[in-house]
C-alpha cells in the first residue's frame, strides 16, 4: 500500500492574503519599519513593549518593523499612538 503524503502547503500563507508591492511600496514600507525602530531606540523601549501596548503580536510587529509586511492603515494608527504622537501627521512629518 503507497504511503499518503500530507497536502498541507509548505508556506502556510493563504494566496488570498499576499499583496504584490512595487518597489517603490516596499520602500516605503522599509522607511516606516525604520521609522518605528528608532523611535523606540529613542524612547528606549522595546518591540515587545510596543507589541503589548497595542495589542499585537511581536512576531506581527517585528514583520512590520522589518518592512516585510503590508499591513493595515489602522495598524499603523495603533503603533503612532502606541509610540506616543498625538496623530500620524506628527510621526510622518520626519520621513
Do not use: C
Not at 18 to 46: D, M, V, W
Amino acid at each position: 500500500m503507497p504511503e499518503l503524503k500530507s497536502k498541507s502547503p509548505k508556506n502556510r500563507r493563504s494566496k488570498s492574503r499576499e499583496f504584490i508591492t512595487t518597489p517603490l511600496e516596499r520602500k516605503l514600507l522599509k522607511t516606516l519599519g525604520l521609522q518605528i525602530q528608532n523611535e523606540l531606540h529613542k524612547q528606549n523601549k522595546s518591540l515587545e513593549w510596543l507589541a503589548v501596548q497595542i495589542g499585537l503580536s511581536r512576531s506581527a510587529l517585528q514583520e512590520i518593523v522589518a518592512g516585510r509586511s503590508n499591513f493595515r492603515f489602522l495598524t499603523l494608527v495603533a503603533i503612532v499612538q502606541g509610540l506616543g504622537y498625538r496623530g500620524l501627521r506628527d510621526f510622518l512629518k520626519d520621513l
